[in-house]
């Protein structure tokens, strides 16, 4: 079954840290593009960060230099580390696949063309 599930979300206090995890089946993991993609309440969802097949990485700027992509792929699964977490990073955190013949930049969501569930990421103040 091809299919994303993440875990790893939670409640945090702002300033604390969470690892969100992708666990991948039913496609080659280590060929996809893979991208980590938030919602808050009453907003469109957005970009936070992607990962290439070949380890490039890319950030939303409201997210640069305290999430970190990774991604294990003898595990096939990727991670997003989240350090110094803010009240304004409460949202649900979804794993995606970016099509293969995605043609447009990594922070497009309609490139991406499998969706995981989601995983709840809240931070009190």
């Known amino acids: 079954q091809v299919q994303l599930v993440e875990s790893g979300g939670g409640l945090v206090q702002a300033g604390g840290s969470l690892r969100l995890s992708c666990a991948a089946s039913?496609?080659?993991?280590?060929?996809?593009?893979m991208g980590w993609f938030r919602q808050a309440p009453g907003r469109e969802r957005e970009f936070v960060a992607a990962?290439?097949?070949?380890?490039?990485?890319l950030y939303a700027d409201s997210v640069k230099g305290r999430f970190t992509i990774s991604r294990d792929n003898a595990k096939s699964t990727a991670y997003l580390q989240m350090n110094s977490l803010k009240p304004e990073d409460t949202a649900i955190y979804y794993c995606?696949?970016?099509?293969?013949?995605?043609?447009?930049?990594?922070?497009?969501?309609?490139?991406?063309?499998?969706w995981g569930q989601g995983t709840q990421v809240t931070v009190s103040s």
């Open positions: 039913g496609f080659t993991f280590w060929t996809a593009d």
């Open positions: 990962m290439s097949w070949s380890r490039t990485t």
């Open positions: 995606a696949r970016r099509s293969p013949q995605a043609v447009t930049v990594f922070g497009d969501r309609n490139a991406y063309n499998l």
